[in-house]
């Protein structure tokens, strides 16, 4: 959704967070740097449609890190756990 600049401060006052979307396309057009197979694969541990996952911004965000990285991929299965169930 793009909100315009009154809308934004309206929001800001009712103390809402706007984050940037996130955008396919050459990794400079991005707002957060996705790895879509990375996104693939985290929407099909999640049971959710990967154009439903990118609307979790801070899960999205880590597509790109979690290669090679144990840790960050053992703190992120509660959180898919928790798309998971809240989906049914």
């Known amino acids: ?7 934004r401060e309206a ?14 396309g050459p990794a400079g057009a991005r707002a957060v740097d996705v790895d879509p197979v990375m996104l693939a694969r985290l ?8 154009d439903a996952l990118v609307a979790h911004a801070d899960i999205a965000g880590l597509t790109a890190t979690l290669r090679g990285d144990p840790a960050a991929k053992r703190a992120l299965w509660p959180r898919l756990r928790a798309l998971r169930g ?3």
């Open 11 to 24: 929001l800001a006052e009712l103390g809402h967070v706007l984050y940037a979307p996130l955008q396919a």
């Open 86 to 88: 809240s989906r049914g």
């Open 43 to 50: 929407a099909r541990a999640a049971g959710v449609e990967a």
């Open 1 to 7: 959704m793009s909100w315009d600049a009154f809308q």
